[in-house]
């Protein structure tokens, strides 16, 4: 039987980073993954496939839309999406095929199959031809990940009734579109498909999209998603979708008034969340303990009820997201090595790749509030930046929150152009602990779009200069 250290039982973000992180610390590793390549969601069918899809529908709507304002003419401009999907599942292909480079070059044994645990320290990988090895492992980390949610009375067919994973590789441009949820997977995919000419109607069952964006950001972003064509009908409860294999018809009721409507699309995007997922991986064997939403539960250092099995990513609570599955893998590759491995919650940055982008790291203005934090909030808007002025691209601002007393940075609201560029400085000021002040005396070249985030730090104390 192989021996090892440290095996994963999936290759997400969370498991593949683990992993090389272990490996760099001497430690015997090996990933069991249960799919064909490796990389999880966010590779196959998350964050790099929508991000394709998102950037490649942006060039097909500023050709069609934005380029005359520029001087440049051009006609007769036509979508290939066989092409457009081609291209994704390439980029998809080529950093899949990357994970699979990077567990060669350090040495991580891959095992292709479901991980089931057998004892405390033996997990069984059944293969698809149905042959089962069984391997002994000192320390076991669960990076499992998560699945998109089941609406009741809304059950996926998977080609009318569809999730995220169908909707990145549509055949056709939907005519109409339905997006139940108004959260970050409806409104990126309900961007890419708006993009190329569907017409996209988002039922939200709160009264603000993205429920836990700043307010104010928040209700910004629904307006220019407006503008663009997006419709939206908040405050609904989706009751029912039935598909007679081309139509889906959708029954929905007002919250307020309990008023019911239907409405026909040719596809519905459900987008209502996603949950833990640990089926297959036998938890009960050994009494790991879930809770009520099923999540694993872990101490501070990822340990699950057994002492040497940790969890980590999408399947313990906290935020669904790559970076986060990240460096909790490599918080716990550290603390297995005997080092301090730490996650800073507190910095997490959170990108919806809409345009104009939605960046934040912090706290809201709603939270602070809750919480009675005295703070001072300085914003500046990107329609005075000459950079975005220069790209044509001026919807948006930057809002800085900062201790009322200490001055320090307590949160950062980016709505514009490359938001998901421009958070970066922000985190990093916020992990050394940064004034706005530091901020505002920070040379910022110019002309370059994170100037509005040097204006929002001096608009803090009331002396932003360009506006
Ligand atoms: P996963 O990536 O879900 O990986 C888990 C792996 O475990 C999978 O490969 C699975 O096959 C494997 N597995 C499960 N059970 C077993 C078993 N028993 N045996 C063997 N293998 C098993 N996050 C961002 O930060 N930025 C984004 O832009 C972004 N975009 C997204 C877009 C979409 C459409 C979606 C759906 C998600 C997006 N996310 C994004 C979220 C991100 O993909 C997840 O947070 C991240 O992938 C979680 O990583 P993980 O390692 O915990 O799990
Ligand atoms: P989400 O939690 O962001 O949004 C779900 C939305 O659906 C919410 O607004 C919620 O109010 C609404 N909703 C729930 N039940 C409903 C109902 N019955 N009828 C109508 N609306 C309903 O979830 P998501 O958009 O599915 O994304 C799942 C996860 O994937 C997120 O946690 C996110 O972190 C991750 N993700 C991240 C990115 C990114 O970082 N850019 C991109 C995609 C996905």
Not at 204 to 223: F, H, P
Not at 233 to 260: I, N, P, R, W, Y
Not at 366 to 386: C, D, I, R, W
Request: proline share 3%.
């Amino acid at each position: 039987m192989s021996e090892f250290d440290v095996v994963f039982i999936g290759a997400g973000p969370g498991g593949y980073t683990g992993a090389i992180r272990c490996a760099q610390l001497g430690l015997k590793t090996a990933v069991i993954e249960k799919d064909k390549t490796l990389g999880g969601t966010c590779l196959n069918v998350g964050c790099i496939p929508s991000k394709a899809l998102l950037d490649s529908s942006e060039h097909f709507h500023q050709v069609s839309h934005d380029l005359e304002t520029h001087g440049v003419m051009v006609s007769g401009v036509k979508l290939d999406l066989k092409k457009m999907m081609e291209r994704k599942d390439k980029i998809v292909s080529d950093l899949t095929g990357g994970v699979d480079y990077l567990f060669k070059k350090n040495k991580i044994e891959r095992l292709q199959g479901l991980g089931r645990l057998k004892s405390e320290t033996e997990v069984e990988v059944l293969t698809s031809s149905g042959k089962t090895e069984t391997v002994k492992a000192k320390n076991i980390i669960l990076a499992t990940g998560s699945v998109p949610n089941a609406l009741p009375g809304v059950d996926f067919d998977g080609k009318r009734i569809i999730s995220s994973t169908e909707a990145l590789s549509l055949n056709e441009v939907p005519k109409h579109l339905i997006v139940i949820g108004g959260g970050v997977i409806g409104l990126e995919l309900g961007s890419v498909w708006l993009r190329l000419g569907a017409k996209v109607t988002v039922l939200e069952y709160a009264d603000n999209i993205c429920g836990a964006m700043d307010k104010q950001v928040s209700k910004k972003l629904q307006q220019i998603l407006k503008k663009q064509g997006m419709e939206f009908h908040m405050g609904v409860k989706v009751t029912s979708a039935k598909s007679d294999g081309k139509k889906v018809s959708v029954s929905f009721e007002t919250l307020k008034t309990g008023e019911s409507q239907n409405m026909e699309a040719d596809y519905v995007l459900v987008a209502t969340g996603r949950r833990p997922f640990s089926e297959g991986v036998r938890l009960d064997a050994v009494g790991i303990e879930k809770d009520q939403r099923g999540f694993v539960k872990v101490n501070s250092h990822y340990q699950t009820s057994c002492k040497n099995i940790y969890a980590i990513g999408d399947l313990i609570p906290g935020p669904m997201l790559a970076h986060k599955a990240e460096e909790e893998g490599v918080a716990v590759a550290e603390i297995i090595a005997g080092q301090s491995g730490h996650v800073n919650y507190d910095t997490v940055p959170s990108v919806v790749y809409t345009w104009p982008e939605v960046a934040s790291v912090g706290k809201t203005e709603e939270q602070l509030k809750a919480e009675g934090v005295a703070y001072n909030s300085g914003s500046f808007p990107f329609s005075a930046n000459g950079r975005a002025k220069a790209l044509g691209t001026t919807d948006g601002m930057v809002k800085i929150l900062a201790d009322k007393k200490s001055d320090k940075i307590l949160g950062v609201h980016i709505l514009g152009p490359r938001a998901s560029d421009i958070i970066c400085e922000a985190v990093v000021a916020m992990e050394f602990g940064s004034s706005s002040e530091d901020v505002a005396r920070s040379f910022h070249a110019h002309p370059t779009l994170p100037e509005v985030i040097r204006e929002a730090a001096l608009a803090v104390d009331k002396r932003a200069r360009q506006s």
